[in-house]
């Protein structure tokens, strides 16, 4: 079945930098193109990024344009997140999702917290 496991969060300080780690399983990675998002408490989820099935296309957040960079590689089944100069308002629990499979579940997601 589909599982999306999501890795890499943690602690940092403001201007910290993390990598997250997504890696898929139970469908053929390749051909789907990808997205992360991330829930802040008490709101909704919210887009940060999406790469589009070769890596050759991306979108961006504005909030997050300039410091986020979403890579993929297609061997390893695996979305990364590269997260650097972060700030407090990056705060939240991230998820890794496939776009348009609203019946596909998600990951458990992994927490970032920025903070001094």
């Known amino acids: 079945q589909v599982q999306l496991v999501e890795s890499g969060g943690g602690s940092v300080q403001p201007g910290g930098s993390l990598r997250l780690s997504c890696v898929a399983s139970g469908f053929t990675f390749s051909s789907e193109a990808m997205t992360w998002y991330r829930k802040a408490p008490g709101k909704e989820p919210n887009l940060v990024a999406r790469i589009s099935l070769l890596g050759d296309s991306t979108y961006y957040t504005e909030s997050v344009k300039g410091r986020f960079t979403v890579s993929r590689d297609n061997s390893k089944n695996t979305l990364y997140l590269q997260m650097n100069n972060l700030k407090p308002e990056d705060t939240a629990v991230y998820y890794c999702?496939?776009?348009?499979?609203?019946?596909?579940?998600w990951g458990q997601g992994t927490r970032v917290t920025v903070s001094s």
């Open positions: 999702s496939v776009p348009g499979r609203s019946d596909w579940p």
